[in-house]
């Protein structure tokens, strides 16, 4: 299905985009779980993103946003840096959210991984709201309906929903795009069409249940294209042009000026994600997955 901005309408779904859709679900979800086996204490982050990417290329897909390997509290977008030297610590609960794209077409899935933290049912909590609301998607579903299946499951284990997290649609090169769909219960909000194509993305965590950004920041994309002086910032906007906008590691640039770099950000040309962490000491789990809304339901490309 593709999204006509002007008009705030969907087309159908064409064969081609289906195909395209499928590829991408079945590559993410052997990738994501290959990771099971490559996240282990003492194991380099840099290490585990690099060997994720590059088995999403070996596999004649692109990455549709860098590798996110975030920690306990950190919820998303985090991703290691080119001199990361950060390892696996026994107690680690680690969320992996990874995005593979067919020609711009994305699948988008998570998961978290228990390195000893003994948080079980905090990692069922998210899994099973993910399912709650994946079992009631289909067209002339209100949005909000699905923040209050979420929120149940995760509030019955005790656990609070992070409020200010969402899953989202996506479509051809574009990541996050309507509907979004809540963690928590709301009204209102888009009716679910047959072919969009959404990801289920809920959050449980001991802490407050609402996310604040760090300082730390890795992942970034362009959001903004205007003349820029600068050789430095100019080469790295050539290097990300086959991005169409879709995200990007710093460690992923061979032209990188930070002085160009700096400059683009300043500018707004791009924009920088940083981490996101409920409390310290708190612990986060996510589970993600994508679907394309059918007739009477919905098809999960990444299960």
């Known amino acids: 299905m593709m999204y006509n901005q002007k008009s705030k309408t969907y087309s159908p779904m064409t064969e081609e985009a289906y195909d395209r859709y499928m590829q991408a679900g079945r590559v993410a979800a052997q990738v994501l779980d290959a990771s099971k086996d490559l996240i282990k204490v003492d194991a380099s982050l840099l290490l585990v993103a690099n060997t994720l990417e590059e088995m999403i290329y070996d596999a004649g897909m692109g990455t549709a946003f860098p590798v996110n390997i975030s920690l306990n509290a950190d919820a998303a977008h985090d991703t290691p840096s080119s001199d990361d030297i950060r390892v696996f610590a026994h107690g680690d609960l680690v969320k992996v959210d990874l995005g593979v794209h067919c020609d711009g077409y994305i699948a988008d899935t998570a998961l978290t991984i228990d390195l000893g933290s003994d948080h079980a049912l905090l990692i069922e909590a998210s899994v099973a709201a993910r399912d709650a609301a994946i079992a009631h998607i289909k067209p002339g579903v209100q949005i909000g309906v699905l923040g209050a299946y979420i929120a149940e499951e995760i509030m019955s284990r005790g656990f609070k929903p992070i409020s200010n997290l969402t899953g989202h649609g996506l479509d051809q090169y574009v990541l996050h795009m309507p509907p979004n769909v809540p963690n928590v219960p709301k009204k209102g909000g888009m009716l679910l069409e047959e072919d969009m194509v959404v990801a289920i993305e809920p959050f449980a965590s001991t802490g407050t249940g609402a996310i604040v950004d760090r300082k730390r920041a890795e992942i970034f994309s362009e959001v903004a294209s205007r003349p820029v002086r600068s050789p430095g910032a100019r080469a790295i906007l050539k290097e990300i042009e086959s991005r169409r ?20 950000v300043k500018d707004g040309i791009l924009y920088a994600h940083p981490v996101l962490s409920d409390e310290p000491g708190s612990f986060v789990s996510q589970s993600e997955h994508t679907m394309i809304v059918t007739e009477d339901g919905c098809i999960v490309i990444t299960a």
């Open 245 to 264: 906008g879709m995200p990007f590691a710093r460690r992923h640039l061979q032209n990188y000026s930070e002085l160009g770099f700096t400059r683009l």
